[in-house]
């Protein structure tokens, strides 16, 4: 079974400038999640998709973040314009939708943005 | 609010030796407790869990029991192999959220 798919691994942008990471969630997987992994601290969600639509997004940086999952499949993140506190590890993760108290996520391997 | 606290790292121990890796919890109600563990350049996997006190989840010989009067939920194995070196998370959820600690590093010496 493959596993969930992330790109770019890595990514060296300038402050202000734009950035977009997709994912591709593992086949049949209803929910989708974004999650923030700054240096030195544990996964913070950023944003939850059930099918192509948002569950929470409570903690996702509405004036620069965006993402969506238009047809229910893979996902993109964006970041406009990037601070340099937005260097982290961006990961996705995916879920059936029978899982119960997210005990069944699969994480991909992450895409690494350095903000200069 | 809820949150997770573990030991910070890197914690270093020699192959063979005993590890414990302390993870204490703080949260209304009853959560559900998790240990995921991330080896270097792959995504964090789902390492053991345990649904409700008294609970021990264990997997590839680690151990962790949920406790309900000291609200922890500690990470232990006897013997630990080189293999073993990775970044280790202990988790939360509730009400279909997931908390997750900072992490702890783990590095084993043969």
């Known amino acids: 079974e493959a596993g969930v798919a992330q790109s770019p691994r890595y990514k060296i942008i300038e402050k202000r400038q734009s950035v977009a990471f997709w994912c591709n969630p593992i086949?049949?997987?209803?929910?989708l999640y974004w999650y923030q992994q700054i240096l030195g601290q544990g996964p913070k969600l950023l944003i939850q998709?059930?099918?192509?639509?948002?569950?929470?997004d409570s903690q996702l940086p509405k004036d620069r973040f965006s993402a969506e999952r238009l047809k229910g499949v893979d996902s993109t993140l964006k970041i406009q314009p990037a601070k340099l506190e937005d260097s982290a590890v961006y990961l996705c993760?995916?879920?059936?939708?029978?899982?119960?108290?997210?005990?069944?996520?699969?994480f991909g391997s992450g895409t690494q943005l350095s903000v200069l | 609010g809820d949150s997770v606290t573990q030991m910070e790292g890197p914690v270093t121990l020699s192959e063979e030796a005993f590890l414990t890796i302390n993870c204490t919890y703080t949260?209304?109600?009853?959560?559900?407790l998790f240990w995921y563990v991330q080896y270097p350049g792959e995504g964090l996997q789902l390492l053991l869990k345990?649904?409700?006190?008294?609970d021990k989840g264990s997997n590839k010989g680690f151990e962790a029991t949920y406790r309900k009067e000291t609200t922890s939920f500690h990470l232990e194995k006897g013997s630990v192999q080189v293999s073993d070196s990775a970044v280790y998370f202990c988790?939360?959820?509730?009400?279909?959220?997931?908390?997750f600690g900072k992490g702890t590093r783990l590095h084993i010496l043969p």
């Open positions: 949260a209304t109600g009853y959560p559900s």
């Open positions: 993760a995916s879920s059936p939708a029978w899982a119960v108290y997210n005990e069944k996520l699969f």
């Open positions: 345990a649904t409700k006190a008294d």
């Open positions: 086949s049949g997987h209803a929910t």
């Open positions: 998709f059930q099918n192509n639509g948002v569950v929470d």
């Open positions: 988790a939360l959820v509730r009400d279909d959220k997931i908390i």
